[in-house]
């Protein structure tokens, strides 16, 4: 019995990839012909519309969709003109002591909640959030404008057209803006927050923020040593005003309980008049912002906001490169104004990017202080009572709430208006420099960031 049964075995077993076969092709018939069916049912619906196309051409001309940009493409093509890929996670970082103690102790916060790991995350991401593309746009400006004849040879990367010193700024200007993203990751740790009640995710964020403080500390102290390097007094003054933009940033207005900002609450302050310019002094940008003149309004509170969280760096660090390059105090202020707007228009782009989808995914929050928020709050200011809840827990606000409220009324479109207002003003700007292929890169750029 024994022998017949492992006959009878060894035959299945022989004969299953056949019976497999015919089986998988028996419950793949139906959705087979299913699908030959839609395939054959889209080639008509694509005949019809080829032939009504066709046979309108002569009355009426038919419009095509303007072309979409690749935004890694466009970063492939302007690393490629400045010799390599600029940031300072270079080969030379990543093998580095101190990198990687820090990657080692990431890896004990994997599937924690600790926002740092979506810093992160944000940091390798090949997209748009990247914030690798900030040395890119420094070096791809100072290539665009070239250098006096004044700098010496040695001083000059001539396969690449930039100054040594000029990428050494780039990475500074990274490393500046990853300190501050990175110790903006902290937590701040309350025994009224669901992190200080449970043992356990204390212990998660509290090793967090020493990591986020640590990592942060040593970025911005590396970078004040790199720049000290550039043994040029005016632009160790440039560079070292923007991180001072940083800090005062963290002082407009209210905070919640995690210190995130909120906005100012409708018809507190006065209006100002629409001709109150929103910048630092042209010919001094050292000189603070005048802060109070432009509160009130929400287009010039947010510019306001990011002009000294993100575009203050940006600018003066694209006018520092100039600045390295021997080039006019003109041509400077030109590259500092494309680099302000260049950076207004990537905020109004990723403060629209949560409002896009419909539903607001699981988990996930965004600025109450972006674009979209400030815009529908003069709309409809009753929105106020929402985003005022966070005053005493930050649980207590309804992110979906306020999402589905903001989809409801003009603030999305308000805010792809700003960016447009704030990508046609770096072109124009642009246009200042000569007609090189680092400047159709930066063009490019711009482009693909608008299609995002």
């Known amino acids: 019995m024994y022998r017949a049964s492992g006959r009878i075995m060894q035959q299945l077993r022989h004969r299953m990839p056949a019976l497999e076969g015919r089986l998988a092709v028996s419950l793949a018939a139906p959705a087979l012909k299913t699908f030959t069916q839609q395939q054959q049912q889209q080639q008509q619906r694509h005949e019809q519309v080829r032939w009504t196309a066709t046979s309108t051409v002569s009355s009426k001309q038919v419009t095509t969709p303007p072309p979409r940009h690749d935004w890694n493409r466009a970063v492939s093509e302007a690393e490629r003109i400045v010799g390599y890929p600029t940031s300072f996670l270079s080969l030379r970082w990543l093998l580095s002591d101190e990198i990687a103690n820090v990657a080692l102790h990431l890896r004990k916060l994997v599937g924690s909640a600790h926002p740092l790991m979506k810093t992160a995350k944000h940091l390798l991401y090949n997209g748009k959030n990247t914030m690798q593309a900030w040395g890119l746009i420094v070096l791809l400006v100072s290539k665009a404008a070239g250098h006096a004849p004044s700098v010496p040879d040695v001083e000059q990367d001539k396969s690449a057209g930039v100054l040594h010193s000029q990428r050494a700024l780039a990475e500074v200007t990274e490393m500046i803006r990853i300190s501050h993203l990175v110790h903006n990751s902290v937590v701040n740790l309350q025994s009224s927050t669901e992190a200080g009640q449970d043992a ?68 507190t302050f006065q ?178 960031m608008q299609d995002l």
């Not at 100002?272 to 432009?294: C, G, K, R, W, Y």
Request: hydrophobic share 40%.
């Open 271 to 448: 209006r100002p008049s629409l001709s109150v310019a929103v910048d630092f002094n042209e010919h001094d940008v050292m000189t603070p912002m005048p802060i109070a003149q432009v509160l009130g309004n929400p287009e010039q509170e947010w510019e306001c906001r990011n002009i000294l969280n993100a575009g203050s760096l940006l600018g003066k660090s694209c006018q520092a490169s100039l600045k390295l390059a021997g080039q006019s105090e003109e041509l400077q202020r030109h590259a500092y104004r494309f680099g302000k707007h260049l950076a207004l228009a990537w905020q109004a782009c990723l403060d629209a990017e949560p409002f896009q989808c419909p539903t607001l995914p699981l988990d996930t929050t965004f600025s109450l202080v972006s674009a979209p928020v400030l815009f529908h709050l003069e709309h409809d200011p009753s929105l106020y009572v929402q985003l005022e809840k966070g005053k005493q827990s930050v649980d207590n606000i309804d992110y979906d709430a306020i999402h589905k409220a903001v989809l409801a009324g003009p603030a999305l479109a308000k805010t792809k208006e700003l960016q447009r207002k704030h990508t046609a003003a770096a072109l124009a700007v642009l246009q200042h420099f000569p007609a090189t292929d680092a400047r159709q890169a930066l063009e490019n750029i711009i482009l693909a």
């Open 200 to 267: 356990a995710t204390y212990d998660d964020m509290s090793f967090g923020n020493k990591i986020g403080l640590l990592t942060g500390d040593y970025l911005l102290g590396h970078s004040s040593a790199e720049l000290a390097n550039l043994r040029n007094q005016e632009v160790v003054e440039l560079i070292s005003s923007a991180v001072r933009d940083f800090s005062e940033s963290e002082f407009i207005g209210e905070r919640d309980e995690q210190n995130n900002p909120l906005p100012y609450k409708p018809g």
